[in-house]
C-alpha cells in the first residue's frame, strides 16, 4: 500500500492548510497511481528571480529507493516541454511505495501558462 510521508523539514513547517491540501490530493490521486516513479503536481509558483517552484507529490511505485542525484526532471504541458533541469538533493530519498512531496526550482522562464503542467523524469514521454 502506498503511503504518504512528509520529508522532516516538511513535517516541521508547512502549515496547516498545505498539509491538509497534500494530503486531499494524495488520497486523490493513490488508487489510480501508475506503476514507475509518476508526479502529481500541487502547484507552480514564481520566485522573485522569476524562478518556477514546482511542489509536486513525488509517487515511487517501484521496488527501489529513489535517490535524486543528477536526475533530469521536465515540466510539460500536453505534447509541449516547458522546461528541462537536472537535480542533485543528496537528502531526498523516497523509499518505495512512498509518496513524498517537494518543491523542485526551475531556472528556467516559461513562456506558456502553467495550469495543467506536469513533471516528468526525463526518460518518461
Known amino acids: 500500500m502506498q503511503r504518504l510521508v512528509l520529508e522532516e523539514a516538511w513535517d516541521r513547517t508547512i502549515s496547516q492548510k ?11 490521486v493513490v488508487l489510480n497511481l ?4 509518476t ?11 522569476d ?7 513525488i509517487h515511487n ?11 533530469t526532471l521536465e515540466i510539460w504541458v500536453g505534447d509541449n516541454r516547458l522546461a528541462k533541469h537536472t537535480f542533485t538533493y543528496p ?3 523516497v523509499p518505495p511505495k512512498t ?3 517537494w518543491t523542485f526550482i526551475f531556472p528556467e522562464t ?7 503542467a506536469t513533471l516528468k523524469l526525463k526518460k518518461e514521454k
Not at 498545505?18 to 486523490?28: G, K
Not at 508526479?39 to 528571480?49: E, L, P, S
Not at 511505485?61 to 536526475?71: A, K, M, P, S, Y
Open 18 to 28: 498545505d498539509r491538509e491540501e497534500i494530503e486531499r490530493i494524495f488520497q486523490d
Open 34 to 37: 501508475n506503476m514507475g516513479v
Open 39 to 49: 508526479f502529481t503536481t500541487v502547484r507552480i509558483a514564481v520566485n522573485h528571480k
Open 51 to 57: 524562478e518556477r517552484l514546482v511542489t509536486s507529490i
Open 61 to 71: 511505485r517501484t521496488e527501489q529507493t529513489l535517490i535524486f542525484e543528477n536526475t
Open 91 to 93: 537528502t531526498l530519498q
Open 99 to 101: 509518496s513524498v512531496p
Open 110 to 116: 516559461i513562456e506558456l501558462p502553467t495550469n495543467h
